[in-house]
């Protein structure tokens, strides 16, 4: 059955580039064999996908494509009848390529029952005239999805990713790296086409990520807060921070950490934004009740003399 690629990618014939686009990432997110590892069928999937975002995503390709269909590959053939700018037909073509190469009239090439030698003669006859393979033309930029943890975003991290060919790259993405970055890789070395890798950085479960900072919520039991104290917050980098609590820390109070944050493009890190979160505590005992309670009084005094 011959492949649609707009039916692969799941969008319209009349779509635009930026729908072709979207379609595509979150297709290759989704099959992508990094999200279903030992999944053949998912990889054979995630193959024509990137098949067919190759094609739609290439003007000049996508414009042969939705001419000739699965045949788009011989377009320049089709179009040129018997060969580039010669005005024959592809009969005519035939003969004189025959003639050409066997030094005789009509299809003789095809009378020698061990004339392979001849047919291979005869498609060279194709080449001469524009009718055989063709430079390659320049590149296309491909891109390949990939989902790396905060972690990886800070220290930078290794990737070993599927080409949209099949063959599998070892790949290093730098440290600082942020979700919709588009990596390029170079990959003429290893024989296949260059390409990006499109990096989504996967939400963590401690710390949240603002640009080159990084926000944490640091849970102070209340007379931290009220009288002053330290308290300990985790680091992307695997040690725990000191946080110094001031004395009368308001609830959600920001503490910024200079250079604990992530790293910059331009050298060294971002900060990290501590919140405070002051903790109530609860099941008192009768001695902390009664603390409490002569507390309040106290406060209350104070308020009736109009301190």
């Known amino acids: 059955m011959a492949k649609n690629y707009y039916d692969t990618l799941g969008v319209a014939k009349n779509s635009n580039e930026k729908e072709i686009r979207s379609a595509y990432r979150r297709l290759a997110r989704q099959h992508h064999p990094d999200v279903n590892p030992g999944d ?16 739609l995503s290439d003007a000049d390709s996508r414009k ?5 269909g699965e045949n788009w590959r011989h377009a320049d ?12 037909s592809p009969f005519t073509f035939f003969r004189n390529a025959s003639t050409r190469r066997s030094g005789s009239a009509g299809f003789s090439a095809f009378t020698d029952v061990d004339g392979l ?10 080449a001469d005239a524009g009718w055989g393979p063709r430079p390659r033309a320049a590149r296309r930029r491909l891109e390949v999805p990939v989902t790396i943890t905060l972690e990886e975003a800070y220290a930078g991290a290794a990737r070993t ?20 970055a588009r990596i390029h890789v170079d990959a003429a070395k290893d024989g296949v086409d260059e390409f990006y890798l499109i990096v989504t950085v996967a939400p963590h479960a401690v710390f949240e990520r603002a640009g080159d900072d990084v926000r944490f919520t640091a ?12 308290t300990q917050a985790p680091s992307l ?24 944050g992530m790293p910059k493009r331009g050298g060294g890190h971002g900060d990290m934004l501590v919140t405070v979160q002051a903790v ?20 209350h005094s104070d308020e009736r003399a109009g301190v």
């Open 237 to 260: 980098g695997g040690k725990s921070v000191a946080v110094r609590v001031p004395q009368g820390t308001q609830n959600g109070r920001v503490i910024r950490l200079r250079g604990k």
């Open 64 to 68: 042969k494509y939705d001419r000739f």
């Open 219 to 230: 849970r102070v039991p209340l007379l931290d807060a009220v009288l002053g104290g330290e």
């Open 40 to 55: 053949s069928t998912a990889e054979a999937r995630f193959k024509e996908i990137n098949e067919a975002y190759q094609v």
């Open 117 to 126: 030698g001849d047919f291979s003669n005869l498609f060279d006859g194709f």
């Open 161 to 180: 990713v599927l080409h949209p060919s099949g063959k599998r790259l070892e790949v290093r993405i730098p440290a600082g790296v942020e979700s919709g």
């Open 280 to 299: 109530l505590p609860v099941d008192l005992t009768p001695e902390q009740r009664e603390l409490f309670e002569r507390l309040r009084d106290a406060e």
């Open 77 to 88: 053939q089709m179009q040129g009848g018997g060969g580039p700018g010669s005005g024959a």
